[in-house]
C-alpha cells in the first residue's frame, strides 16, 4: 500500500513559510511522530518539499488513517513554538491497483490531490476502476475532437408545422455523427462524452455556422425556412456567446438574423438566471429568438415564462407521446399550453406521431408541432423532395379544413 500525504502549516512548503532551519526541525519532528505509528518493514520517505510517501506492507483499514490524522493534528513544538499541522492522504493499494511502481506512486499522488480538493485534513482512497474509466472518457473526447476536425459530424433537419393552416414554419437541427466504423449516431450516443465541458462550445460553434452555410444554400435555392439550434447551458453562459455569434452571423450577410432561432433547455436558464438573462437579450438584438426547449421537465417553468425572454414554448414529447393514454400526461400537457397562452407566448408541441395527436393538441389550443408522424430529422438534401411532397399528405392537411 502506497500513502502519498502532504502536511502543511500554510499552503505551502514549511521551508518557506517557517525558514530553512525551523522548517527543517518540523519536518524532523513531524517525521519522527509519524515514524512511531509505522511497523518495522515499512517505509517512511520524503520525496520532496512538503510530500512525504508511505510503503506499507501490511494491511490496515480506514480507522489507520484516521488515526494517523488525528496525530498529524496534534501541535509539535519546534524552537520553543506551538505549530499545527493537517495533512491531505492519497492512498492506493496494492494489487488491486494492479501497476508498476512508479505509476502506483502517481495514483497514490492523484489521490492526494483529490483529498486537498475535498477541503484537505482527509484522506481519499484511489479506485483504479474509476481511473480507467476516466482514461476511456478522455480517449472518448479525443476522438470526438477528430471527428469534430475531420467532418465526421452532420445536421439532419426535422420539419415544424402550423397544423391549422398546413404550413411548414421551420426545422430544428439535430446532430448526428458519421462514424467511420460505427455508422451514423444519434446524440445519445456521443452527447453525454462531452456534457458540461468546453467541447460543448466548440461543438455549438460549429452547430451554429454549420446551420448558417446551410441557410445561405436554401437561400439560393428558394427556400426560406428557419433553424432551430440547441444551446447547451455550457454554451449560452459563456460571457462572449453574443460576440461570436455576431461575428457568426456577419460572415452570412445573405441570412436575415430572424431566420436563425436558438433552443435552450428549461433546466439550462436555472444554473444562472441573470447570465441567461443577459446573454440571451443581447442575442435578441441581434435579431435571434430563442425558445425553451423540453419546456414542462424542470422544477419552475413559471419563473422561466415570467422572467426569460423566450419567442417559443417546446412541449416535452415525452409528455406528448403518452398524452393520449396516459391522464397524468394529458394534464401536463394541458397545464403547458394554459400557462403559454396566459403569457402569451407561441407554443409547439414534440414528439408529434399520429394524427390522433394533433387533432388533441389543436382541440386543447396547441397548433404548431413536430414529430415522426410529420416527418422524421432528414439530411439537408433530402428536405427540398420532402418540402414539394408535403402538400400531397392529404392525412395532415385534412386538419386545415374548417369544420362542417
Not at 506499507?56 to 501541535?75: N, T
Not at 402569451?344 to 394533433?358: C, I, K
Request: hydrophobic residues 45%.
Amino acid at each position: 500500500m502506497v500513502v502519498y500525504g502532504c502536511p502543511c502549516e500554510t499552503s505551502t512548503d514549511p521551508n518557506d513559510r517557517l525558514g530553512t532551519s525551523v522548517g527543517d526541525a518540523l519536518l524532523s519532528s513531524f517525521s519522527q511522530r509519524i515514524s512511531h505509528l509505522l511497523f518495522g518493514d515499512d517505509v517512511l520517505a520524503r520525496v520532496g518539499g512538503d510530500e512525504f510517501v508511505l510503503l506499507l506492507h501490511h494491511g490496515v483499514d480506514e480507522d489507520f488513517f484516521e488515526k494517523l490524522l488525528a496525530s498529524i493534528r496534534q501541535p509539535l513544538m519546534v524552537d520553543g513554538q506551538s505549530i499545527h499541522l493537517t495533512a491531505s492522504l492519497g492512498v492506493t493499494r496494492y494489487p488491486n491497483d494492479h501497476v508498476q511502481g512508479d505509476v502506483l506512486l502517481r495514483h497514490a499522488n492523484q489521490a492526494m490531490y483529490r483529498a486537498k480538493q475535498r477541503g484537505r485534513d482527509t484522506f481519499h482512497l484511489f479506485d483504479p476502476n474509476h481511473d480507467r474509466l476516466l482514461q476511456v472518457r478522455h480517449e472518448q473526447r479525443q476522438r470526438f475532437i477528430d471527428a469534430l476536425n475531420h467532418n465526421e459530424l452532420c445536421l439532419y433537419y426535422q420539419p415544424q408545422v402550423d397544423m391549422r393552416s398546413g404550413k411548414v414554419v421551420g426545422v430544428e437541427a439535430l446532430i448526428r455523427w458519421q462514424h467511420p466504423e460505427e455508422g451514423l449516431l444519434a446524440p445519445g450516443q456521443f452527447l453525454p462524452i462531452i456534457d458540461t465541458t468546453p467541447l460543448e462550445v466548440s461543438l455549438g460553434e460549429w452547430v451554429i455556422e454549420r446551420a448558417l452555410c446551410q441557410l445561405t444554400e436554401w437561400h439560393a435555392q428558394g427556400i426560406a425556412l428557419p433553424i432551430n439550434v440547441n444551446i447547451s447551458p455550457t454554451h449560452l453562459l459563456v460571457s462572449s456567446f453574443s460576440q461570436r455569434l455576431a461575428e457568426l452571423l456577419a460572415c452570412h450577410p445573405d441570412v436575415p438574423p430572424s431566420m436563425l432561432k436558438l433552443e435552450v433547455l428549461e433546466s439550462a436558464a436555472m444554473h444562472d438566471v441573470q447570465a441567461a438573462l443577459h446573454n440571451m437579450s443581447l442575442c435578441q438584438a441581434l435579431g435571434v429568438s430563442f425558445a425553451i426547449d423540453d419546456f414542462g421537465t424542470g422544477f419552475s417553468s413559471l419563473t422561466h415564462l415570467r422572467q426569460l425572454p423566450v419567442n417559443l414554448i417546446k412541449i416535452d414529447q415525452s409528455f406528448v407521446r403518452d398524452m393520449l393514454s396516459d391522464q397524468d400526461d394529458m394534464a401536463i400537457v394541458e397545464s403547458v399550453i394554459y400557462m403559454a397562452n396566459r403569457f402569451r407566448r407561441p407554443m409547439l408541441a414534440e414528439g408529434v406521431e399520429t394524427l390522433e395527436h394533433a387533432k388533441a393538441l389543436m382541440a386543447l389550443g396547441c397548433e404548431l408541432a413536430q414529430g415522426y408522424g410529420i416527418a422524421r430529422p432528414m439530411p439537408a438534401e433530402a428536405l427540398p423532395a420532402w418540402l414539394a411532397d408535403w402538400p400531397m399528405r392529404a392525412d395532415w392537411n385534412s386538419l386545415a379544413q374548417p369544420a362542417c
